[in-house]
């Protein structure tokens, strides 16, 4: 696993709630596994990790962003869109098909 990702994933791994993770769980039908990690404290979690790390390289972003992807854990696609959140302005048309490949996989 990349160190990046690596290191994500400890820090969520610390705020994980198990109660909250079958709520979520049930409540979206069972289609994703959960975490637990409430929306504002997911939020606050990946915005100082990215001050922390600082947001993937260019030449790495899109394998960060699909590794991410791929995780069971909801979270870590909320992660990833919260970085192509502050990457939107450095996104270009030739990055389109594996990003619409993010919306239809999941």
């Known amino acids: 696993m990349n160190s990046y990702i690596q ?3 400890n820090v969520y791994s610390k705020h994980t709630d198990v109660e909250y993770a079958e709520w979520s769980k049930k409540y979206l039908r069972n289609q994703f596994e959960f975490l637990g ?3 504002p404290i997911r939020r606050t979690l990946t915005k100082q990790f990215m001050k922390e790390h600082g947001l993937p390289t260019e030449s790495n972003r899109k394998d960060i962003i699909l590794m991410l992807w791929d ?3 909801r979270e870590y696609q909320k992660a990833a ?3 192509l959140e502050k990457e939107k302005k ?3 048309a030739e990055d389109m098909p594996w990003l619409v490949n993010l919306i239809v996989s999941k």
Do not use: G, K, M
């Open 7 to 9: 290191e994500l994933v």
């Open 37 to 39: 990690i409430r929306s």
């Open 71 to 73: 995780l069971p854990e």
């Open 81 to 83: 869109l919260d970085i």
């Open 90 to 92: 450095n996104l270009c």
